[in-house]
């Protein structure tokens, strides 16, 4: 790890942001959590993709050692990317775990088999494993429903309240800005997922050894109280890191 510049791959699907744009922050990011962690300094370099293929492709490079995702594309993508959490994210304004909600015009789905034929419509489309299963536990979908990843979350609202078949997951902000909107009274909520994590910085395919793992651990853990560490996670939204509590259906990936 001294001799060779790592990589950490940011990659977070569905929502906006333009790796030009992110760059300087992940190079601060990355600054502060190798100070943290007594790693060497320059150690560790910080990438972004906004798509899930153009992640997978970075993140499947040698030189990719961690990955920084949120938790729909953990889901999908832990067991071929053989990812081992290392850290969990805590987010400005929302913490470390977060709710899924789905919702659908008012009166129009009663239950999951009244959904047949629907589509889904949500920025984690892409992970749908993570929705069936993650997601919408209790709400066994049929399996001719549709699942499709989608940036633009109002227009899909809008879909959904003059009674297309569609049904949108919204993640915990757009739930909360759901009653703003003026036809959040022909919307009805229909099912909402566990506590989830929401975002995981996780080791690819053992590529950290285990004593480094160890310290980028505790790095990261502490990194709202070491130097420069809150100006660098302020940026990315990011209040800090607790340990990785995941449910037990991924908690072994």
């Known amino acids: 790890m001294a001799a060779a510049l790592a990589t950490l791959v940011f990659c977070a699907p569905g929502y906006p942001g333009g790796s030009g744009d992110a760059q300087p922050l992940l190079d601060q990011f990355a600054a502060a959590a190798v100070t943290a962690s007594g790693w060497p300094a320059g150690s ?24 920084f995702v949120p938790y729909p594309f953990f889901v999908e993508h832990a ?10 994210a805590d987010v400005t304004d929302i913490g ?19 959904m047949a034929g629907y589509t889904i419509l949500s920025v984690a489309g892409y992970a749908p494993d993570f929705v069936r299963h993650s997601a919408l536990p209790d709400w066994p979908l049929p399996p001719d429903v549709k699942i499709e990843a989608v940036g633009q979350i109002l227009s899909a609202l809008r879909r959904a309240a003059v009674g297309e078949p569609v049904a949108v997951l919204l993640d915990q ?7 703003s909107l003026p036809f959040a009274g022909e919307l ?19 590529r950290v050894p285990a004593d480094r793992a160890k310290l980028l651990q505790a790095g990261l853990l502490k990194l709202s109280h070491a130097s420069g560490g809150a100006d660098s996670l302020a940026p990315l939204r990011l209040r800090g890191f607790v340990p990785p509590k995941l449910p037990s259906s991924t908690a072994g990936q």
């Open 44 to 67: 560790l370099a910080a990438v972004y993709d906004p798509s899930e293929q153009g992640g997978l492709a970075k993140l499947k490079q040698t030189d990719a050692v961690l990955a």
């Open 79 to 88: 067991a071929e990317l053989r990812l081992t959490p290392l850290a969990q």
């Open 96 to 114: 470390p775990q977060q709710r899924w909600t789905l919702v659908a015009k008012s009166g129009r789905v009663t239950d999951p088999k009244s």
């Open 173 to 179: 902000t757009q739930a909360a800005a759901l009653p």
């Open 188 to 206: 009805k909520t229909l099912a909402q997922s566990p506590d989830l994590p929401v975002a995981l910085i996780a080791v690819i395919d053992g």
